[in-house]
């Protein structure tokens, strides 16, 4: 299963514990470069787009929402924390 993950700098314990449940490919954009914030390429493969919302940018959170709806990825919004992660994940089937 591959994952995108879009906003924060350094993502600690939830790349770690997105390996752990089995994603096999993650790719992170941190929002903060102008190429990232204007254009978002998603894998074709992707389960689900994460946004960590609160190290992004609106304009960035809205640059991954129509990336994700133009491909008919799922798109999970949480706070930079596993807790959440982990929550968000499970009410939407991930795990």
Do not use: C
Not at 52 to 73: C, P, R
Not at 74 to 83: E, G
């Amino acid at each position: 299963m591959s994952v995108v993950v879009v906003g924060g700098d350094y993502l600690g314990s939830i790349e770690k514990n997105l390996y752990s449940i089995g994603v096999t490919e993650l790719v992170h954009i941190s929002g903060r470069k102008t190429f990232d914030k204007n254009k978002m390429n998603l894998p074709k493969n992707t389960a689900f787009v994460l946004v960590l919302t609160d190290y992004v940018n609106h304009g960035t959170a809205k640059n991954a929402k129509l990336a994700a709806k133009s491909q008919s990825i799922p798109l999970i919004f949480a706070k930079r924390s596993w807790r959440f992660v982990e929550e968000k994940l499970r009410d939407s089937k991930f795990i």
